[in-house]
């Protein structure tokens, strides 16, 4: 039927794709295209500069991931080839199966297609160093004119796999995890600032980052910056109510289940565990551990997981308006940010 057929194909361009010369050339220009693109848009590129302030251009999570113009211009069908050869093998590869189908029909119909692919012999995914975690700094992008600024706040997170995944969970929801966070509810509801904003962290099988996002009318941006930044302190120092708590487990309880209503999702969730070397009964225990989080283990994780100190404050906005009152803040020198092509 209709699913051996897509077998048969997923196995094929997984284990024998041909990477056709004309093909390489058009997607290696419309990737160009796409980065010129993206550095046009102020809320990428303040992303972009964010990452390289956090991890520094040595490292991958310092580079976008979609490449600079001088290294995608260079790529050519052999590195390609060579790059498939070296990472897509059986011994680095999984086969998720989600969806009405016997278990043991997917192992024989995934053995059937798999089992004879070859092992690599080159390296895995080269493990990204931990950036050591020094003081932040504060980067201005010049928008002459900009009515808006893009505000990013970050700082080295950590990795997926820590002992205190649930309550950095929790204490994430409560201060910008969700609609009724304490960075939304301050600067959207109270203050009027933004329509938005966001913390998160992102769980890499190396530390990713922990980052603060939003978007305000030039005149208020900084008021905002203040703002984020006292409510990281103010978690840090008071941890959260059992009302908070409450909500916010619960939130994070409730959520679960919609994320696994479709075979996409289950199989989403099963790569995970494969990804992070998670244990195989983590998702079955979710809302069990996450609704077991103390306010003590919020508390914890607000102290050691958020670091005032390390913070990068990134703007991307008028710097004739902002640089001034950036400065007054206190957080350091405001430094222009090199956001030129090539300033990688």
């Not at 919020?298 to 008028?318: E, F, H, K, Q, Y």
Request: hydrophobic share 40%.
């Amino acid at each position: 039927g209709r699913l051996d057929a897509a077998w048969d194909l997923l196995a094929e361009l997984v284990q024998n794709p041909t990477f056709p010369a004309d093909e390489v050339e058009r997607l290696r220009d419309e990737r160009l295209s796409e980065i010129v693109q993206r550095r046009s848009q102020p809320g990428s590129l303040a992303d972009e500069v964010v990452a390289r302030a956090i991890f520094g251009v040595q490292q991958r999570f310092g580079v976008p991931l979609g490449g600079v113009p001088s290294t995608v211009a260079k790529i050519d069908r052999k590195e390609i080839v060579d790059f498939h050869t070296s990472r897509y093998a059986s011994n680095t590869a999984a086969v998720i199966v989600a969806g009405n189908l016997p278990a043991a029909a997917a192992f024989e119909g995934a053995q059937r297609r798999y089992g004879g692919w070859a092992a690599s012999t080159g390296g895995g995914n080269a493990a990204s160093p931990r950036s050591s975690p020094g003081g932040g700094r504060v980067l201005l992008v010049d928008r002459p004119g900009a009515v808006q600024s893009e505000i990013r706040i970050g700082h080295l997170g950590v990795q997926r796999l820590v002992d205190d995944y649930f309550p950095i969970v929790v204490m994430n929801t409560v201060l910008g995890g969700s609609f009724s966070s304490r960075l939304n509810l301050n600067l959207r509801e109270v203050h009027g600032y933004t329509y938005g904003v966001s913390s998160g962290f992102g769980m890499r099988r190396q530390a990713g980052p922990f980052l603060i996002a939003t978007a305000t009318e030039t005149d208020v941006t900084v008021s905002a910056i203040t703002e984020i930044l006292k409510e990281v302190e103010h978690l840090r120092q008071g941890g959260v109510s059992s009302e908070e708590l409450e909500s916010a487990s619960g939130y994070l309880a409730g959520v679960f289940p919609l994320r696994l209503q479709t075979t996409a999702g289950v199989a989403a969730h099963l790569a995970e565990l494969e990804i992070y070397g998670l244990p195989d009964d983590h998702f079955d225990r979710y809302r069990e551990r996450v609704l077991a989080v103390t306010a003590e283990e919020v508390l914890l994780a607000a102290r050691t997981r958020l670091d005032p100190a390390s913070l990068n404050v990134v703007v991307v906005g008028d710097a004739e308006r902002l640089r001034e009152p950036l400065d007054a803040l206190g957080l350091g020198p405001v430094e222009p940010a090199d956001v030129s092509m090539e300033g990688w």
